[in-house]
């Protein structure tokens, strides 16, 4: 229960609600991070796939089959949150991408370098934007979705433009 | 300094003012209010205190704490953080007591012609936040009349500077921000029978035969306003605390940080320290990120953070330190807050010796809870009881948040501190229950229907470890009452 002292969430935290190597080795799917029983279920309904489910009463922790999930990053802007992402650590090379909540001004550009920052805030390495997404469906919550190393893909959860003050 | 391009507001000032200030001409917008723009102006000393001469800015910025008081166009103890800039004020930092107005002197008011207010009024609500607008729409949907008084200008209470994504049941509003919150409820209202009388404060709550009488002051005019039923839906105050130099400019509530930044898009400072790691305090750290303020760090003497893990991780991965186990012991400045000084505390909530640190902050926003604003319940005759587990005294109020003084009913945050989401719900009981005492032949079903699913809402929001404190709260309320009303109902 480290994360209830210092806010930080450990992956050993996470087993059970995270996909496995060979799912993620697939395609892209969501990582949930929302360990704690608080009443909250827009994720439910967010997914047209039905792939996020909520047992019991709406303080339960949410569940993802990962089998029915595509990594579409729709769920991302409904989590009040903030705790949905998408990582895709399938592709050929040596890089992933992760696709996280962005509600900072001004939104970064594609193909800009950003740096990439852990659950803890501490700057993991460069990035590169490969996608912005914000449509009036996102309700103001862009969708970013930035190019790591792939051993990165889960425990890059933010980052920082190059020019912001820090 | 002005907050100029925001993630989820956009700030739409209005036409750009001259004003006075202590002989020197300052600028300002329409539609800010006097603290905001001395904020914005850099301005932070706002009085000297009566007896020790030391320097006060704001600290509630809703019109609560008297900490912002001024003397305005030669009218002394003008609050103002609520009261709105106009052009040619003259403003000046009052000292101790202030000088008593010279014949003739007025604060100017608003353009707008003065509404008319009723003379009497089936259900009077007090409050236009959450649960007062929850009422009004719940009891009108059963044909009752209501007015809704606010002394803001503005409806929606606190809504109106909450830019975070609600958290329930997508049932009850989840996944739709405060602000916009807000505005649906203040819609919904306008196809109902009732009326908002803004910028209007309720002073007394008195007997009137069988029915009740509000004494109400709006624009400078006393009024008398008799209802039969009324709800009282007065939010609450923030607390403080006591540090050394807690009293300095640059010491804010977290709402007032909240109001100023959210509202009026003025940054509060540059380098904020936060006091208090519960949902508040988390959410307003993230909302200052988000206005391109820096927050050195969120402190708490819990040993655990208070808050939502989901809030405490979209500012810890932004590299802010949550301290748990740490509290502040003075702030530091001559005319305003230039540093803030930390500690680890023991086990028994003791500072350990060594472990002082000093943070280079200009801003201490103390989100340390809240109190319940009961005050008219009791005047009225409420028993005032006392719950920790709801912030204080509330007024004895049973499950359709009746007080045991017949027709007086209570909601949200008055009742005990909670959510909005709550608020809106005990709104809704609330409302109900005035329209089954007012209209004797109201739909029964329609009402019990209406009233399960409010009570079926709470019960799911309450249910979780997070609810726990105010479950107990309310129940350790609820036993405390002989609520007859159950034996009636055959539950």
């Given at each position: ?8 969430l450990r992956l050993e935290e996470m087993r059970g609600q995270l996909p496995d190597p060979a799912r993620l080795a697939r395609g892209p799917v969501v990582v949930v991070e ?133 | ?258 109001t100023l930044m959210n509202v009026y898009g003025v940054a509060p400072g540059e380098r904020v320290l936060m006091v208090g790691a519960g949902n508040i305090g988390l959410i ?101 009881v006392y719950v920790a587990e709801l912030g204080g005294h509330v007024a004895r109020h049973d499950r359709d948040l009746e007080t045991n003084v017949p027709g007086v009913f ?82």
């Amino acid at each position: 229960m480290d994360h209830r002292r210092d806010g930080i969430l450990r992956l050993e935290e996470m087993r059970g609600q995270l996909p496995d190597p060979a799912r993620l080795a697939r395609g892209p799917v969501v990582v949930v991070e929302c360990v704690e029983n608080i009443p909250c279920n827009p994720c439910v309904a967010a997914c047209a796939k039905g792939a996020i489910t909520i047992e019991g009463d709406i303080n339960d922790t949410p569940s993802v089959d990962f089998e029915v999930c595509d990594g579409c990053v729709v769920c991302i802007s409904a989590c009040p949150g903030l705790s949905i992402f998408v990582v895709d650590a399938s592709g050929e090379g040596d890089t992933g991408t992760v696709s996280l909540p962005y509600e900072f001004r001004p939104l970064p550009e594609v193909g800009e370098t950003v740096t990439a920052l852990d659950r803890e805030g501490s700057a993991v390495g460069d990035a590169r934007v490969t996608r912005v997404l914000s449509s009036k469906a996102l309700d103001r919550t862009p969708i970013v979705t930035i190019e790591v190393p792939r051993s990165e893909t889960m425990n890059v959860r933010h980052f920082t433009r190059k020019d912001a003050p820090r | 300094m002005r907050i100029s391009e925001h993630p989820i507001l956009d700030f739409d000032r209005g036409r750009e003012i001259e004003f006075e200030f202590d002989g020197k001409r300052l600028v300002g917008f329409e539609g800010e209010t006097i603290a905001a723009a001395l904020h914005a102006a850099e301005v932070r000393v706002l009085r000297r205190s009566i007896k020790l001469d030391r320097p006060r800015g704001f600290f509630c910025a809703i019109g609560r704490c008297s900490s912002c008081l001024m003397t305005v166009d030669d009218v002394p103890n003008v609050m103002t953080c609520v009261t709105p800039l106009r052009a040619g004020m003259k403003v000046e930092t009052q000292s101790g007591k202030g000088t008593i107005a010279p014949e003739g002197a007025r604060l100017a008011t608003g353009d707008a012609a003065s509404e008319a207010i009723p003379s009497a009024v089936p259900l009077a609500i007090v409050g236009a936040g959450p649960a007062g607008l929850s009422a009004a729409i719940y009891a009108g949907r059963l044909g009752v009349e209501s007015v809704v008084i606010d002394e803001n200008d503005v409806p929606g209470g606190q809504l109106i500077k909450q830019t975070h994504m609600f958290f329930g049941s997508l049932d009850h509003y989840a996944r739709v921000r405060g602000i916009d919150i807000g505005e649906r409820l203040v819609q919904d209202l306008e196809s109902c029978p009732a009326r908002l009388l803004t910028g209007t404060t309720v002073l007394g709550l008195y007997d009137d035969g069988d029915a009740k009488a509000l004494s109400l002051l709006k624009d400078g005019q006393h009024a008398r306003l008799r209802a039969r039923a009324v709800i009282l839906a007065t939010g609450a105050s923030e607390n403080v605390l006591a540090f050394e130099n807690c009293d300095l400019p640059g010491v804010y509530g977290a709402g007032a940080v909240q109001t100023l930044m959210n509202v009026y898009g003025v940054a509060p400072g540059e380098r904020v320290l936060m006091v208090g790691a519960g949902n508040i305090g988390l959410i307003v750290s993230y909302q200052l990120l988000q206005a391109g303020v820096r927050v050195e760090a969120v402190i708490d003497a819990m040993d655990e953070i208070g808050g939502y893990h989901v809030h405490a991780a979209k500012i810890r991965r932004m590299g802010v330190p949550i301290l748990t186990s740490h509290t502040i012991l003075r702030a530091d400045g001559e005319t305003r807050v230039e540093s803030a000084t930390i500690a680890r505390v023991d086990e028994r909530w003791a500072p350990v010796p060594g472990s002082e640190r000093t943070l280079d902050v200009d801003t201490v926003c103390l989100a340390v809870g809240l109190t319940p604003n009961c005050e008219l319940a009791l005047m009225a005759g409420a028993d005032g009881v006392y719950v920790a587990e709801l912030g204080g005294h509330v007024a004895r109020h049973d499950r359709d948040l009746e007080t045991n003084v017949p027709g007086v009913f209570i909601a949200g945050d008055a009742s005990g501190i909670e959510e909005a989401s709550t608020a809106m719900l005990e709104g809704r009981l609330a409302g109900l229950a005035a329209a089954e005492r007012l209209v004797p032949d109201a739909d029964a079903n329609a009402l019990a229907s209406l009233r399960q699913e409010a009570e079926d809402g709470l019960g799911e929001l309450r249910a979780g470890p997070f609810g726990e404190r105010p479950r107990f709260g309310k129940n350790r309320m609820f036993d405390l009452v002989n609520d007859t009303k159950d034996e009636r109902r055959g539950s």
